[in-house]
């Protein structure tokens, strides 16, 4: 893992040159997106469906042949790209990796203040849905916003606090 890592950031050596961040010490790695993993079954599903219905597999065979592959492998490569990146976290900074692109890195005096913050959605007395984000906020003004695709997002917002 070290590897990937030096070679992340070897390979954009123009964007981490500047910013010395030092030893890695964690990867936090996110999971693949709901909604793009719901289109790119759900032609599956609608086939099946269709050809239950209709009793003929003309239609389903159509859409498996030809409709649903080009979208299941647009899913691979973005869900490959959106897995090989992460939130890579060194003694002296923290780098933002999408593939094999670094988005951004930040040491660790560039960091004003981490929060994490969680809002539900109530129906009721009944719990809806949840959705988390660590805000990390920035000396110069701005904000980076993690979202809930991070795997352990409070862990990941802990230790960017204490660091």
């Known amino acids: 893992m070290a590897r990937t890592v030096l070679t992340v950031l070897a390979t954009h050596e123009a964007g981490t040159a500047e ?44 859409i498996t042949l030809f409709v649903w592959p080009p979208l299941f492998l647009w899913w691979c490569v973005s869900t490959r790209r959106r897995l090989e990146g992460g939130l890579y976290v060194f003694e002296g900074g923290f780098a933002d990796v999408h593939g094999r692109k670094v988005l951004c890195t930040i040491t660790w005096p560039e960091v004003r203040s981490v929060q994490y913050r969680t809002r539900s959605l109530w129906a009721g007395l009944i719990p809806v849905a949840r959705t988390a984000r660590c805000v990390i906020e920035l000396r110069d003004g701005d904000t980076i916003e993690l979202d809930g695709s991070y795997r352990t997002l409070h862990r990941l917002a802990e230790d960017l606090h204490t660091a």
């Open 19 to 62: 910013h010395d961040l030092g030893d890695f010490l964690r990867r936090y790695r996110r999971r693949p997106g709901i909604v793009g993993t719901f289109f790119a079954f759900a032609p599956l599903a609608g086939a099946l469906t269709l050809g239950i219905r209709e009793g003929d597999l003309t239609g389903a065979l159509a």
